[in-house]
């Protein structure tokens, strides 16, 4: 497979990064912002959390923060809509989400698989295509009890080290999380080998990624 690059070292890249709960954009596409950075790339980002209730606030936020260190410019915004109700609540989250995209204008946009089986990652996922009708989009994935993983058509390699500082920001940014069976280092491993098994990635690992509309040039 040949290697296409949205942004090569020193230029410029505006990415908005959407996560319907803290820890989704880190999980989903943390490896990828990170490697971004790590190769030159200056990334303009606009991170943006739907739910963040009581102490997860605080855990976006400094997550946010550690995982953009690298970044030219960031904003986070963390939102208070109730957890495991965005599809009664769309209207309010449609607002939201449009006046970030009246302020904006990514490159590319990270959001969550429109087939997750998780009703506020469908709906933000549903959202970001109904809103955003002229940009490169690309859905991630999230692991879960759920089983509702699909077949990726796009990957982002990542380096021993990219991988292992994403886990270990994760780690140390959302103790709230420590104790779920699908918060744990081995499954971030795991998902990654068999990505990175799937598109050969040099040093073992990946993340993937549904595009479904690319433009090409």
């Not at 690059?5 to 990170?34: C, N």
């Amino acid at each position: 497979m040949s290697a296409v690059p949205l942004a090569r070292p020193g230029e410029r890249l505006s990415v908005l990064a959407l996560g319907a709960h803290a820890d989704d954009i880190e999980i989903g596409a943390g490896g990828t912002i990170l490697s971004w950075m790590a190769t030159g790339v200056r990334l303009d980002v606009e991170w943006c959390v739907f739910s963040a209730p009581g102490c997860r606030a605080a855990e976006a936020e400094a997550s946010a923060g550690a995982f953009l260190a690298g970044a030219e410019s960031r904003r986070v915004r963390v939102a208070d809509f109730p957890d495991g109700r965005f599809p009664y609540h769309g209207e309010a989250i449609k607002d939201w989400l449009a006046a970030v995209r009246d302020e904006v204008a990514p490159d590319v946009i990270l959001t969550h698989n429109r087939n997750d089986a998780h009703q506020d990652h469908r709906e933000v996922s549903q959202l970001t295509w109904n809103l955003f009708r002229d940009h490169l989009i690309l859905e991630y994935e999230v692991p879960k009890w759920d089983g509702d993983f699909g077949q990726p058509n796009l990957y982002m390699p990542l380096a021993d080290c990219v991988m292992e500082r994403k886990i270990g920001l994760l780690q140390a940014h959302f103790a709230s999380q420590a104790a779920k069976d699908w918060f744990q280092p081995e499954i971030f491993r795991g998902l990654a080998r068999l990505r990175g098994m799937e598109c050969r990635a040099p040093e073992r690992w990946a993340e993937a990624f549904f595009a479904r509309k690319v433009l090409m040039a």
